[in-house]
């Protein structure tokens, strides 16, 4: 089979990996019928395919083309080899016998296989292991409608500190802030600024610069907010962080401190009478007030990151939320 | 002869002594792998500095210790979690304690590493040929710095929470891809309810278990490539063996030794 040779005996062709492959192809296929045959069928004739293809091309090597890796041919063209003279090294291995050489000794046969099996399951059992652990967090999470109770709650001009959870299920854990003010009618339409309290350095909660009237605190009970608190207050001064000192004006602009950009808005609609929370959103600056203000809107981003200017290279693509 | 009627008592004592030594170790050879790992020569002027690392070490055995204890007490679920904490500390016999060690022990942990770190550094213990065991020792710090990381949210209070929400976006401002480690270590979006069992996980489980494997390899390299003298070792510098010098003028920085001058 090894033309190349010039030797008078014919070769096997050495033995090939690739059946273990070809053979775990079988098992899936017939695994597969039993337990998936949509989806886990169609694997097994995919690693059936791709070993028997590997396989072929193995065993038809010695006829298509020379191979200049050959392995090299040990044997020695004479009967017996020269003794190997005392003084060089340790004991030699006795000369082995003309027919006695492998070409591929079975235990490196043995040690390919047992590493490749054993590649192949670790490989197989990396993919659940980083699944749970690395993708899952990427996943798009399912956003219920925060629902914050009907507009007569949010009297026109008037700020207003809303706490809620974006999970009631799953408890306090999920309680977001977000300060709320009617901007009144816009074009017709209620016009509402919603500004979410993760400051915009490294995500502490800013708070208001200004009285807080805990003493008309309201409690409304909603289906997808769990108990939505609702208190006045009047942020003169705006916003302030008490981690690292940020400031922000009541628009959400940062005035001082370390913030790479303004607070985060909310998205919002009004549903039946009641204004419901959507997504969350970054921003770069607000010009103007209230209803007028022209919010330079970007993709959410991470506290920290920039979204505009040069130093926004630095932030090319954000997660998915 | 008295003499020799005891030793010949005590050749007896010896060998019932002895034989579950020489049980063990014939069976084993786990008697002649621990005095070879004991037991190994060291220079002869090695240094009370060299023992840093064996003092990390035991604040780490006494970290995993703790931490196994706390760990039957503690739930790290986001409703239950600050009352566990609160119930380790008020309740549990002892439980006090247990928790000051661990939390104290944090710091002990790293200001060693870093004490040990530094001999290294100063010694030049880091040179041909242990260049690699420097690099386990700097992933070994580390880790156990993110233990520090992780532990910290686990009280579950406010200086804990605020404090990984910090630490979580300073990760984030990495350029490139640092909004995903950040949302990778949050297990999301925001901190949620998987959170808390996500760096319970890995302050428990992930990072020891590569500690222990990196503290292995730690040590294996230790074993094989022995102890190095300190820079004014004569010894090392080609002196048949150094007389121990005078009481008070051995020390770190004594003059005179590492320039050949003579004492």
């Known amino acids: 089979m090894e033309p190349l040779n010039g030797d008078d005996r014919p070769h096997l062709p050495p033995p090939s990996l690739w059946p273990v492959g070809f053979a775990v192809g079988v098992a899936c296929v017939l695994v597969g019928l039993i337990v998936d045959p949509l989806v886990v069928v169609p694997i097994g004739v995919a690693i059936l395919l791709v070993f028997g293809f590997l396989w072929a091309r193995d065993a038809t090597k010695g006829y298509r083309a020379p191979v200049p890796d050959l392995e090299p041919e040990t044997r020695r063209p004479g009967r017996e080899a020269p003794p190997i003279p005392a003084h060089v090294g340790e004991a030699a291995m006795p000369e082995p016998e003309p027919g ?11 040690e390919f296989s047992t590493l490749g099996l054993g590649g192949v399951i670790g490989g197989i059992v990396t993919i ?31 700020w207003m500190i809303a706490t809620f959870m974006t999970d009631p299920a799953e408890g306090e854990v999920t309680r977001r802030t977000a300060y709320i003010r009617n901007n009144g009618e816009s074009n017709g339409e209620p016009s509402f600024t919603i500004i979410s309290n993760r400051c915009a350095h490294l995500g502490c909660p800013v708070q208001p610069n200004g009285p807080v009237f805990d003493n008309k605190k309201k409690v409304e009970r909603t289906k997808g907010a769990g108990d939505v608190t609702l208190i006045p207050m009047l942020p003169a001064g705006g916003f302030g962080c008490p981690c690292h000192g940020g400031q922000y004006n009541p628009e959400g602009n940062r005035t001082a401190g370390p913030p790479v950009r303004a607070l985060d808005r ?4 009004i549903v039946g009478g009641h204004l419901v929370l959507g997504k969350t959103y970054s921003v770069s600056k607000v010009d103007g007030t209230g209803a007028q203000a022209k919010i330079h809107r970007y993709g959410l981003a991470n506290p920290g990151n920039h979204v505009d200017g040069p130093e926004a290279w630095l932030y090319p693509l954000q997660p998915p939320h | 002869m008295p003499r020799s009627r005891k030793s010949a008592r005590r050749q007896r004592m010896e060998a019932a002594i002895n034989y579950p030594i020489e049980w063990l170790e014939e069976r084993s050879g786990l008697i002649g792998g621990v005095r070879y790992f004991l037991f190994r020569k060291v220079p002869s002027d090695t240094n009370w500095m060299q023992t840093l690392g ?160 990196l503290i292995g390899l730690h040590l294996y390299l230790v074993v094989r490539l022995g102890v190095t003298s300190p820079p004014w070792s004569k010894e090392a510098a080609g002196a048949e063996r150094v007389e121990k010098p005078k009481r008070g003028r051995r020390g770190l920085l004594m003059p005179g030794a590492r320039g050949g001058i003579p004492r």
């Open chain 2, 54 to 213: 064996s003092a990390t070490l035991t604040a780490f055995i006494v970290q995993a210790v703790t931490g196994a204890i706390l760990a039957m007490y503690y739930k790290p679920d986001p409703n239950s979690a600050y009352q566990s904490i609160q119930h380790i500390t008020n309740d549990v016999w002892l439980g006090w304690l247990v928790r000051g060690m661990h939390r104290w022990g944090a710091s002990v942990f790293i200001i060693l590493m870093f004490f040990h770190m530094a001999r290294v550094f100063l010694f030049g213990a880091y040179k041909y040929p242990r260049e690699l065991n420097w690099i386990v020792g700097v992933l070994l710090l580390a880790l156990g710095m993110l233990e520090g990381f992780t532990g910290y949210l686990l009280p579950w209070d406010q200086t804990a929470y605020w404090a990984t929400v910090v630490g979580i976006n300073i990760n984030g401002t990495a350029p490139f891809l640092g909004p995903f480690l950040a949302q990778f270590l949050r297990g999301g979006a925001e901190i949620g309810p998987d959170t808390l069992a996500r760096f319970y996980s890995i302050h428990m489980l992930l990072i020891p278990g590569a500690l222990i494997g």
């Open chain 1, 100 to 110: 006695e050489i492998e070409r591929f000794p079975r235990s490196k046969f043995l």
């Open chain 1, 128 to 158: 659940p292991i980083l699944g749970p652990m690395v993708a899952n967090p990427f996943r798009h999470e399912k956003h219920g409608k925060l629902d914050l109770g009907p507009l007569s709650d949010f009297p026109s001009g008037q």
């Open chain 1, 266 to 269: 909310y998205d919002y609609s």
